[in-house]
């Protein structure tokens, strides 16, 4: 993984989910520290995306978070990060978190996550985004989207090789050997290129 030098998590910011979601989170976060891995998230200051934060952080990892202004100004920043990066709005919170990372992990979350996730997948599969992208599927929480993604490949809404934009795991350790392994993506030949 010499290449992977930062990875983008999305996850989710509601304090009011099982353990074994923000246990997975800082575990992952943790894990980045150890294996010299910047981590790049939306800077908030609860939830799994406060877990991830501080796995890092406790690990003497660096940790950047990417937050839009209003956010900030509503207090929801998580005020320990190595960097924070304040931008003007939510789309140019997401170009920013896409450019500064080598991969993505998506962590369990709602609307916002799955959002961010689906759109990442969308840029992979247009081209303007080319590196990993991995759903950490803990306690089988993204079954339902998975198979959602499958049939849109069964019914061609997507075409078969789109299956190969995502990878999934289901520890953090899983998660960080699938970007390892995952090869670089070629749009302009629709399928993977040999490393």
């Keep these: 993984m010499a290449d992977v030098r930062t990875i983008c998590v999305y996850c989710a910011s509601s304090n009011r989910v099982d353990e074994c979601y923000n246990s997975a989170a800082h575990k992952l976060g943790a894990l980045l520290a150890r294996e010299g891995i910047s981590l790049v998230t939306g800077g908030g200051s609860i939830g799994l995306m406060r877990a991830v934060e501080d796995g890092t952080l406790e690990g003497g990892g660096r940790a950047i978070g990417v937050i839009p202004q209003f956010m900030v100004e509503q207090g929801w920043h998580h005020t320990g990060l190595t960097e924070l990066r304040i931008t003007e709005d939510m789309h140019t919170r997401k170009q920013t978190m896409a450019a500064l990372s080598d991969a993505v992990i998506a962590l ?87 490393l």
């Design 108 to 194: 369990p979350g709602g609307c916002g996550t799955m959002e961010e996730l689906c759109e990442i997948i969308t840029w992979k599969q247009l081209g303007l985004y080319l590196s990993p992208i991995v759903i950490l599927n803990i306690n089988g929480y993204y079954d339902a989207l998975i198979a959602q993604l499958q049939r849109a490949i069964d019914e061609h809404f997507m075409g078969r090789i789109h299956a190969d934009i995502w990878s999934v795991a289901t520890t953090p350790e899983e998660a960080l050997e699938q970007i390892r392994k995952t090869p670089v993506w070629d749009p302009s030949i629709r399928k993977y290129a040999a």
